[in-house]
């Protein structure tokens, strides 16, 4: 048996190219690092990182208004401070539905801090989570993040329900939802920065 391992292994080692090789053992490691509880969640998220992409807005007979219900939702800051969705109608929305043990929602945090930075306040962020406040604080501080995070306080709204988390939604200041996007996605982009803009116009 041992001799028969060997002449696979020598047959293997002939065979594959130097490029083959280091891509089997990055397989293999990350086989094995998905195996370990400890880094399953960060490998996961790098992976959703690497296929996520930028997405695209509804066609125009897709895109849903929010209702004066919907507007009226409220969501709790950091601070408690009560607010709801019609307090942010004056500028585009930003809605995204996290939480910090889903590696889709962790891959795509960078992307969104960075589209934070650049628009910040013109730009209703809302980046909204059914998790504790201590352990939210927790997972920003560690990821050095300073997005707006906002806390159930009710019921989500039927627009904006969902199976699955993230799940983003664009919304414009004529309230309608211009981009629902589910799992990750690469929102500091072009194409973003360009929506965005009009918007504001």
């Known amino acids: 048996m041992i001799s028969y391992l060997k002449l696979r292994w020598k047959k293997y080692w002939e065979r594959k190219t130097w490029f083959s090789k280091i891509s089997d053992l990055v397989f293999i490691l990350l086989i094995i690092g998905l195996l370990i509880p400890a880094s399953r969640k960060e490998i996961s998220a ?41 307090d942010f109608q004056d ?45 939210v604080n927790a997972f920003m501080q560690k990821k050095g993040f300073n997005m707006p995070v906002y806390y159930h306080q009710s019921g989500v709204p039927q627009e904006f329900a969902t199976q699955s988390i993230p799940t983003t939604f664009v919304i414009s200041p004529e309230q309608k939802i211009v981009i629902r996007k589910t799992g990750a996605a690469k929102w500091n ?3 973003m920065h360009q929506l965005l803009d009009e918007m504001m116009q």
Not at 59 to 73: M, T
Not at 105 to 133: H, K, W
């Open 189 to 191: 982009s072009k194409k």
């Open 46 to 86: 790098f992976v959703s990182g690497l296929t996520a992409m930028s997405p695209g807005t509804l066609d125009e007979d897709k895109q849903l208004s929010v209702s004066n219900a919907s507007l009226n939702w409220s969501v709790a800051n950091q601070d408690g401070a009560v607010f709801s969705l019609s």
């Open 91 to 135: 500028r585009p929305i930003f809605l995204n539905f996290w939480a910090t043990w889903c590696p889709p929602c962790i891959a795509e945090m960078p992307d969104i801090q960075d589209l934070y930075d650049n628009y910040g306040d013109r730009v209703a962020f809302l980046l909204v989570t059914d998790e504790s406040p201590e352990k």
